[in-house]
């Protein structure tokens, strides 16, 4: 049994910032890689940042990037994500999952990883 955890979220003005976390336990590959994605109300959920089990790799969405930075500290099996220079699009439902790195950063291929947290909602708002 695999088990995601998010926290952090929050209401922020704009340019505000916010660091999410995702913590994991239970029987988790500790090779797979952990990626962040939101969902906006009405809207697809889309992908937002992807770190492989090691920490070499990352990968953004173009409208994050230099914004967001993901990171990981597998002593703590948690998975971070710090959001700086927010803005009102940004807002939306913050969820964290685990898979291999294709299916993570993949256009679509979300709908196939097994494992998600419930979620943390991020309001940017003035």
């Known amino acids: 049994q695999v088990q995601l955890a998010e926290s952090g979220g929050g209401l922020v003005q704009p340019g505000g910032s916010l660091r999410l976390s995702c913590a994991a336990s239970?029987?988790?590959?500790?090779?797979?890689?952990m990626g962040w994605f939101r969902q906006a109300p009405g809207k697809e959920r889309e992908f937002v940042a992807a770190?492989?089990?090691?920490?070499?790799?990352?990968d953004y969405a173009d409208s994050v990037k230099g914004r967001f930075t993901i990171s990981r500290d597998n002593a703590k099996n948690t998975v971070y994500l710090q959001m700086n220079n927010l803005k009102p699009e940004d807002t939306a439902v913050y969820s964290c999952?685990?898979?291999?790195?294709?299916?993570?950063?993949?256009?679509?291929?979300?709908?196939?990883?097994?494992?998600w947290g419930q979620g943390t909602l991020v309001t940017v708002s003035s």
């Open positions: 999952s685990a898979g291999p790195w294709h299916l993570v950063v993949t256009p679509g291929y979300y709908r196939h990883l097994e494992h």
């Open positions: 239970g029987s988790i590959d500790p090779y797979y890689t």
């Open positions: 770190i492989s089990w090691s920490g070499g790799s990352t």
